[in-house]
C-alpha cells in the first residue's frame, strides 16, 4: 500500500482515499478467505474420494443388480418440447442396469409432438386414471397411457403446462416404488448410474433419505446408443471453462460438503430422493426456480425440526461420473442460464433465512448457509467492485503495484492453483480423459475460467440475485443444443 501517498490527500479526496483503501484491502481478504474455503473443500473430497476408491472393488454392484432386496426405483422424466430426442432418452433409460425400476414421463404441455412421438415409439394407448394427490399439483392430469404389448416399465402422463416442478409433483404422485430418481430429459446416464446413486440407500437404509451424482459436460464426448463411451474435454474455450467450474464446484465442492454433512444442492439433472421423505415435505416448490436444491434445504430444515429422533440422517453425494448433460455453447445461453441459478440461490436463502447460522441445523444452518450467503451469493458483488476499486485505487494512488499483485495473487493465480487440484484429483480418481490433448485442455479451461469467464458469469449471477430480489418473473428461456453424435437435439420454450 502507497502509504506515502495518503498524506498528500484532504478534505472529500482524502475520504475517498482512505474509503477505497481500506475495500481494495478488504476485497483481499475476501478472495483469501473464499479461496482458502475453496481448497478447504478440496481436501475434504480428496479424503472422502481416496477412501471410496479403495473400497471400490467390493462396491457390489453385480450382487446389488440381482438382488431381490435391491430398492425399487421411480425414474421421473419431466419433458417440455422434447420431440426430437425424447425416445431416445427414455430408451436408454429403460435400458439402465438395475433389477427393479419404472420410468415416467410427464409432458408438461408440449406444443411440438413429444407425446406423439413416444405414443408411435412406445406403441402407447390411453387408459383410464386416478392420479394420487400425496404431494399437491398446479396442472391437471390430462391423460395416462401405457405401452400396449409387453412389460414394458414406462408410464407416460400428459399434463397442462405448469413448469418443471409441477410436473415432477405429478411424477411423485404417480411414482409407486419407495425410491424416486429425478432426471432431465436430455440427460444422459452411466449404464449403472441407478445402481451407484442407490448404493447409499442399501448401505444405510434408516438414515439416506438423498442422493446426488456427478453431472459431467457431454460436450464434445463421443455418445452411443444414449451412452457416453469417451469422454473429452470440449474444443471452444467456453466449453473448457466450464468443464473446470464442474470440476471444482459440483465434483469435489460437492464431495467435500456431503463429507462434513453439509450438501445443500443436488443438482435436478440426477437426483435419488426418499419418496416418503419428498411428500412430507409437500413436493418440488412450484414457485422457486431452483427447486432442486429448494427441497434439498427443505428436507434438512424438516428433519431438523422434527425432533432429535429424526436428526441422524444423510443426504449424501456419490462421487462417480454417472450423469451427462449438454453445457451451453453460447455466451447468451450460459448467460440465461447462470442469472436463473444464481436467482435460485437467491430465493432459497431468502425462503429459509432462519437456518443461516442458527445452531438448531447444525452445520448445515452454521456452516454450509453462511458459506453459500458470503462466498455464493456475495461473491459476484465483490468480485465486481474489485475490478472496478482496485484500479481506482491505483489511480488515486490509494493502492501500489505491489499491492495490486498481491490482489492478483489472491482473487486469480490462488483460484487458478485450486483449479489445477482438481483436475489432479479428477484424473487421479477415476481418469476420465484418456488423451493428453484433453488433460491439456482443461489446463487452458483453467485460464480461460479465470480471464474473461469469471467476469462475465459475475454480471450474470448479480442480475439473477437483483430478479430475485425484485420478483421479475421467472422464464427459463430456450437452449439450441448441438446434439450428441449426429442429432439435433433442441430445447424448446420457455418454462413458466
Request: with cysteine; net charge neutral; proline share 5%.
Amino acid at each position: 500500500m502507497n502509504v506515502a501517498a495518503v498524506g498528500n490527500w484532504e478534505g472529500p479526496l482524502g475520504t475517498l482515499h482512505d474509503v477505497i483503501t481500506v475495500c481494495d484491502t478488504a476485497v483481499i481478504l475476501y478472495f483469501l478467505a473464499i479461496n482458502t474455503g475453496h481448497l478447504m473443500l478440496n481436501l475434504l473430497a480428496l479424503g472422502e474420494i481416496t477412501r471410496r476408491l479403495r473400497r471400490a472393488p467390493f462396491a457390489g454392484y453385480e450382487d446389488a443388480a440381482g438382488s431381490p432386496f435391491t430398492p425399487p426405483i421411480s425414474v421421473i422424466m419431466p419433458a417440455y418440447n422434447e420431440a426430437a430426442g425424447i425416445t431416445e432418452a427414455v430408451r436408454a433409460m429403460l435400458l439402465l442396469h438395475y433389477p427393479v425400476f419404472e420410468v415416467i414421463v410427464v409432458d408438461d404441455g408440449s406444443t411440438d409432438g413429444t407425446l406423439e412421438a413416444l405414443a408411435e415409439a412406445f406403441d402407447l394407448a390411453e387408459v383410464d386414471h386416478v392420479v394420487p394427490e400425496d404431494v399437491p399439483i398446479r396442472g391437471s392430469v390430462l391423460s395416462l397411457r401405457l405401452p400396449r404389448g409387453g412389460p414394458v416399465p414406462l408410464v407416460v402422463a400428459r399434463k397442462e403446462n405448469g413448469g418443471k416442478a409441477d410436473a415432477l409433483n405429478v411424477g411423485i404422485n404417480l411414482a409407486r416404488y419407495p425410491l424416486v430418481c429425478m432426471v432431465d430429459a436430455d440427460s444422459i446416464l452411466d449404464s449403472q448410474a441407478l445402481l451407484a446413486v442407490a448404493k447409499p440407500f442399501s448401505d444405510d437404509p434408516l438414515r439416506v433419505i438423498a442422493s446426488g451424482g456427478v453431472v459431467g459436460i457431454a460436450n464434445g464426448c463421443t455418445v452411443e446408443a444414449g451412452r457416453v463411451v469417451e469422454a473429452h474435454v470440449p474444443s471452444d474455450p467456453l466449453g473448457r471453462a466450464q468443464v473446470v467450474e464442474y470440476l471444482r464446484g459440483f465434483f469435489l465442492g460437492r464431495t467435500g460438503w456431503s463429507r462434513i454433512g453439509g450438501l445443500l444442492i443436488i443438482a435436478g439433472a440426477f437426483g435419488l430422493f426418499r419418496r416418503d421423505a419428498v411428500v412430507a415435505v409437500g413436493g418440488m416448490d412450484p414457485d422457486c426456480i431452483g427447486e432442486d436444491a429448494e427441497l434439498v434445504v427443505r428436507l434438512h430444515r424438516y428433519m431438523r425440526e422434527q425432533g432429535r429422533r429424526n436428526r441422524d440422517y444423510r443426504i449424501v453425494f456419490v462421487t462417480e461420473p454417472i450423469s451427462w448433460s449438454e453445457a451451453p455453447s453460447e455466451l447468451r445461453v450460459l448467460g440465461r442460464q447462470r442469472r436463473r441459478w444464481q436467482r435460485g440461490l437467491t430465493e432459497i436463502l431468502l425462503k429459509h433465512r432462519r437456518m443461516i447460522g442458527n445452531p438448531r441445523y447444525g452445520r448445515v444452518g452454521t456452516v454450509a448457509m453462511p458459506f453459500y450467503v458470503l462466498f455464493e451469493l456475495a461473491a459476484p458483488l465483490v468480485e465486481l467492485s474489485g475490478l472496478v476499486l482496485m484500479p481506482l485505487g491505483v489511480l488515486l494512488g490509494a493502492v501500489d503495484v505491489a499491492f495490486l499483485w498481491r490482489f492478483l495473487l489472491a482473487a486469480y493465480v490462488y483460484s487458478m492453483i485450486i483449479s489445477l487440484v482438481s483436475i489432479a484429483v479428477e484424473e487421479y480418481a477415476y481418469h476420465r480423459f484418456s488423451r493428453w490433448r484433453d488433460v491439456w485442455g482443461a489446463f487452458v479451461g483453467v485460464v480461460v475460467e479465470n480471464v474473461g469467464y469469471r467476469q462475465f458469469t459475475a454480471w450474470w449471477r448479480l442480475r439473477g440475485m437483483w430478479d430475485a430480489l425484485n420478483r421479475a418473473p421467472q422464464v427459463w428461456g430456450s437452449m439450441a443444443r448441438s446434439g450428441f453424435g449426429s442429432e439435433q437435439i433442441p430445447e424448446g420454450g420457455k418454462r413458466t
